[in-house]
């Protein structure tokens, strides 16, 4: 007589699905929390120009976003017609630019500090002059490395 | 009668009620990275006697406030501009310790010595438009792209059957092993010093 007899009937006891929710509702948690929409609303006209000869912009914390264009419809009763620099969630002057730079080169890590890029997100109808005045002060706060961001496209989509 | 207890839901569902919610969230998101032209501006600090640079080493591009292009003091067509300006980098004129082996252009005397020693200078006015500038920059840079392409093909097109803009895409990519990494550097690095981007740009002017 053995202790340990086998049990009789092969039917196996279903596993038991409980907890598949919870599982399922762990992630969908995961990916709700992780997904990120946009950091800061549009408050300007931002079509971008068109290039094909680009490079990412890998790596969101190694970036600074700068934007400007033409105030979007619903501001352009307060802000005027004329483009505007855009940083964080208002409006800016040139000369705010300089400071905006060093306070976000201050937020981030010791390490990156000196790898930051500026990416220049600048509507595709705005004046040249305007983009020369944010270099301007980019260059007297030292940074230098800018991106011009574009969407992927050929040249010629700009010519129009 | 006996008090009925309530009926227990079935929870059968609700894992596919889940699963459906999150499929929605894992379509929907997407990681966006921007891309553009990266540039890198001249420090602040005026070079106290600039070095003296040959006329026919430089390049000019000059984009007036109507968005019209004037390439070396003639107008001239976008669609034009990276042929003149690969036909500029690529020329070669030099002799002796200036000479370029690897070029293929013209030999002109009247065009730059090596590609070292050409420099592509853009001038825009304050009234040019961002999309034009844009467009100039994007065919300069295809321009030198499209030189250092072919030297990368020539080099090491047998070994590694990518060319340059392909390899510098897998070299920035963060998931590109370190091995692979390594193996790529030293030849980018080869063939940017045969092509070096030197793009120079003045401060805008009111030009007329």
């Known amino acids: 007589m053995s202790k340990f007899k086998k049990k009789k ?23 709700m929390v992780a997904t990120v929409m946009r950091d800061s609303t549009l408050m300007v006209i931002n079509k971008l120009p068109a290039a094909d000869q680009i490079q990412k912009l890998d790596k969101k914390d190694r970036v600074m976003y700068i934007y400007a264009g033409k105030p979007s419809s619903r501001y352009q009763d307060k802000y005027g017609s004329s483009a505007r620099i855009q940083l964080n969630d208002k ?16 937020s981030k890590r010791q390490e990156l500090q000196n790898v930051l890029t500026t990416a220049l997100k600048v509507d595709s109808d705005t004046k040249m ?3 020369q005045d944010i270099k301007q002060e980019l260059r007297k706060v030292q940074a230098l490395k800018i991106n011009y961001t574009t969407r992927v496209g050929d040249y010629t989509q700009n010519l129009n | 009668m006996a008090k009925r207890s309530a009926p227990e839901v079935n929870a059968g569902s609700m894992a596919d009620i889940a699963f459906l919610l999150l499929i929605f969230f894992l379509v929907t998101t997407t990681i966006e990275t921007d891309s553009g032209l990266n540039r890198k501006l001249p420090p602040m600090e005026d070079q106290v006697d600039p ?31 990276r042929s003149l300006a690969v036909a500029f980098l690529d020329n070669g004129g030099g002799v002796g310790d200036e000479a370029c082996e690897y070029c293929q252009g013209e030999r002109d005397e009247t065009s730059s010595d090596n590609p070292d020693k050409a420099i592509i200078s853009l001038k825009n006015d304050r009234e ?39 390899a510098q895409k897998q070299y920035d990519d963060p998931r590109t092993s370190s091995e692979r990494q390594a193996i790529l550097k030293p030849k980018l690095d080869q063939v940017k010093a045969m092509y070096p981007q030197k793009l120079s740009e003045a401060e805008s002017t009111k030009l007329n």
């Open chain 2, 51 to 81: 070095p003296i640079i040959r006329e026919k080493n430089i390049f000019t591009v000059l984009v007036s406030k109507n968005d019209q292009l004037l390439v070396e003091e003639e107008l001239a067509d976008i669609a034009d501009l």
């Open chain 1, 91 to 106: 409006f800016a002057s040139v000369d705010e630019v300089g400071a905006f730079i060093l306070a976000e080169r201050a």
């Open chain 1, 9 to 31: 009937g092969g039917d196996l006891p279903a596993i038991s699905t409980a907890s598949l929710p919870d599982i399922v509702f762990m992630l969908l948690f995961f990916f």
């Open chain 2, 128 to 166: 040019t438009s961002y999309k034009v500038y844009i467009a100039v920059q994007n065919e300069l840079v295809a321009a030198y792209n499209d030189l250092r392409n072919r030297e990368f093909e020539r080099l090491f097109g047998t070994d590694l059957g990518i060319n340059f803009v392909e």
């Open chain 1, 129 to 131: 002059g305007l983009i």
